[in-house]
């Protein structure tokens, strides 16, 4: 089978400078893209959505990782990591193909905004106006409303990026969708480096003040793709702290102390050893840490080990905080990649970012963007096996 697409690699550098661009039109058989070299960049056409707009595939592979990205909710649909014996294995939820993520699933790879999680009844007051959001979470406004930024189509080009094969996807949101204030002209960018990481840079512009809270929501399962749980997975979490939330998930605004409780993550535990003591409906994790970190600078967050492939997860972000979701709503009513059921505790999300409801927390870091300034967001996923 051969697949008519553009192809554009990038030559890696010998002196760690930038790379050369050649771009070309060229028919390429289906298996030869599979092994596609290291530091090339490879795009696809991945379907239409309904109103018929095109979507790309961006094929990252530089190293021993491969990561694809599509245009449509610049949705992380696949990637491709070593276990401790070399064998390549899928480690992220999704769908082998557009229509599965065209319909309702709950933002497999994707990424989420204008503001990932709640804002509780979708209201805020900013510069002394109330705002009102889509609402599509019981009362509150989650990921964005009800077409956020993983319902989108994003425009993408391939950029050039020392030690790493990079696309860059940019969207610009309206003035007024979903509820939110300003024109804001956002971009993330998703590049694979020579050391194994999946790196996610995120950048935005507004022209009146908005809230902003950038993440992407990949649920992970180390063991690759399998009807397994992640309940044996051993997780660490950079986070002596955590955010109580009521019972539509809205934080009280307490921070409290996570030693003496199952959420404990300080030193590596299972993520299933305590999971049944959380009383939530459904059980599970769902919970906003406050990294140690602070949210300063690229600092550790998470560290996650699957012991029987050997897969370790080390994120790192410059944000504050990481929601830790274990996939609760998960109930077995999707199926994914290679007709696997997704059930409950299939796959974790490590969602870096502000914390929930922040525009309604003075005492919270700030989640708003002004004018004039340039809001920035990283977030590195590095892959090893041991
Ligand atoms: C986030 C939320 C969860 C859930 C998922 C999507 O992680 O915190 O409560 O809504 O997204 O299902």
């Given at each position: 089978m051969f697949l008519r697409q553009s192809l554009v690699r990038w030559v890696v550098p010998l002196l760690g400078g930038f790379?050369?661009?050649?771009?070309?039109?060229?028919?390429?058989?289906?298996?030869?893209?599979?092994?596609?070299?290291s530091g090339s960049v490879t795009k696809m056409d991945f379907g239409k959505t309904p109103d018929g707009t095109p979507v790309d595939l961006y094929v990252l592979k530089n190293g021993n990782l491969t990561a694809k990205v599509m245009t449509y909710g610049a949705i992380i649909t696949e990637i491709d990591a070593p276990d401790r014996n070399g064998k390549l294995g899928d480690v992220v939820l999704g769908f082998d193909s557009l229509e599965g993520y065209l319909g309702k699933h709950p933002y497999f790879g994707a990424t989420v905004g204008r503001?990932?999680?709640?804002?509780?009844?979708?209201?805020?007051?900013?510069?002394?106006?109330?705002?009102?959001?889509?609402?599509?979470?019981?009362?509150?406004?989650?990921?964005?409303?009800?077409?956020?930024?993983?319902?989108v189509v994003w425009?993408?080009?391939?950029?050039?990026?020392?030690?790493?094969?990079?696309?860059?996807?940019?969207?610009?949101?309206?003035?007024?969708?979903e509820g939110y204030p300003g024109n804001l002209s956002a971009s993330v960018t998703f590049t694979v480096t020579d050391r194994d990481?999946?790196?996610?840079?995120?950048?935005?512009?507004?022209?009146?003040?908005?809230?902003?809270?950038?993440s992407n929501h990949s649920y992970f399962n180390l063991a690759g793709r399998?009807?397994?749980?992640?309940?044996?997975?051993?997780?660490?979490?950079?986070?002596?702290?955590?955010?109580?939330?009521?019972?539509?998930?809205i934080p009280t605004g307490e921070i409290a102390p996570v030693a003496g409780t199952p959420l404990d993550f300080t030193k590596p535990t299972d993520i299933g050893a305590r999971i049944k003591e959380i009383k939530a409906d459904p059980v599970g994790y769902d919970h906003n840490f406050v990294l140690n970190g602070g949210g300063k600078s690229l600092a550790l967050a998470a560290r996650v080990y699957e012991p029987k492939t050997g897969r370790l997860l080390e994120m790192s972000t410059t944000e504050p905080g990481v929601q830790f979701y274990t996939g609760n709503f998960l109930d077995g009513t999707i199926t994914g990649k290679d007709g696997?059921?997704?059930?409950?505790?299939?796959?974790?999300?490590?969602?870096?970012?502000?914390?929930?409801?922040?525009?309604?927390?003075?005492?919270?870091?700030?989640?708003?963007?002004e004018p004039g300034k340039t809001y920035t967001q990283t977030t590195i996923y590095k892959f090893s096996a041991r």
């Amino acid at each position: 089978m051969f697949l008519r697409q553009s192809l554009v690699r990038w030559v890696v550098p010998l002196l760690g400078g930038f790379g050369l661009l050649v771009q070309a039109d060229v028919d390429v058989p289906a298996a030869a893209l599979a092994a596609a070299e290291s530091g090339s960049v490879t795009k696809m056409d991945f379907g239409k959505t309904p109103d018929g707009t095109p979507v790309d595939l961006y094929v990252l592979k530089n190293g021993n990782l491969t990561a694809k990205v599509m245009t449509y909710g610049a949705i992380i649909t696949e990637i491709d990591a070593p276990d401790r014996n070399g064998k390549l294995g899928d480690v992220v939820l999704g769908f082998d193909s557009l229509e599965g993520y065209l319909g309702k699933h709950p933002y497999f790879g994707a990424t989420v905004g204008r503001v990932a999680n709640r804002v509780a009844k979708g209201k805020f007051t900013l510069g002394g106006r109330e705002y009102t959001l889509a609402t599509n979470n019981g009362p509150n406004s989650l990921h964005g409303g009800i077409k956020g930024f993983d319902k989108v189509v994003w425009k993408a080009e391939p950029t050039s990026q020392a030690g790493g094969t990079s696309v860059k996807l940019t969207y610009t949101s309206p003035d007024g969708e979903e509820g939110y204030p300003g024109n804001l002209s956002a971009s993330v960018t998703f590049t694979v480096t020579d050391r194994d990481e999946l790196k996610i840079e995120y950048s935005a512009t507004t022209d009146k003040a908005t809230p902003i809270n950038l993440s992407n929501h990949s649920y992970f399962n180390l063991a690759g793709r399998t009807t397994e749980s992640i309940l044996g997975h051993e997780l660490m979490l950079a986070a002596d702290r955590y955010t109580p939330v009521d019972d539509t998930l809205i934080p009280t605004g307490e921070i409290a102390p996570v030693a003496g409780t199952p959420l404990d993550f300080t030193k590596p535990t299972d993520i299933g050893a305590r999971i049944k003591e959380i009383k939530a409906d459904p059980v599970g994790y769902d919970h906003n840490f406050v990294l140690n970190g602070g949210g300063k600078s690229l600092a550790l967050a998470a560290r996650v080990y699957e012991p029987k492939t050997g897969r370790l997860l080390e994120m790192s972000t410059t944000e504050p905080g990481v929601q830790f979701y274990t996939g609760n709503f998960l109930d077995g009513t999707i199926t994914g990649k290679d007709g696997i059921v997704y059930r409950q505790y299939q796959g974790f999300c490590l969602e870096a970012q502000h914390f929930p409801d922040s525009i309604n927390h003075p005492s919270f870091p700030s989640a708003v963007l002004e004018p004039g300034k340039t809001y920035t967001q990283t977030t590195i996923y590095k892959f090893s096996a041991r």
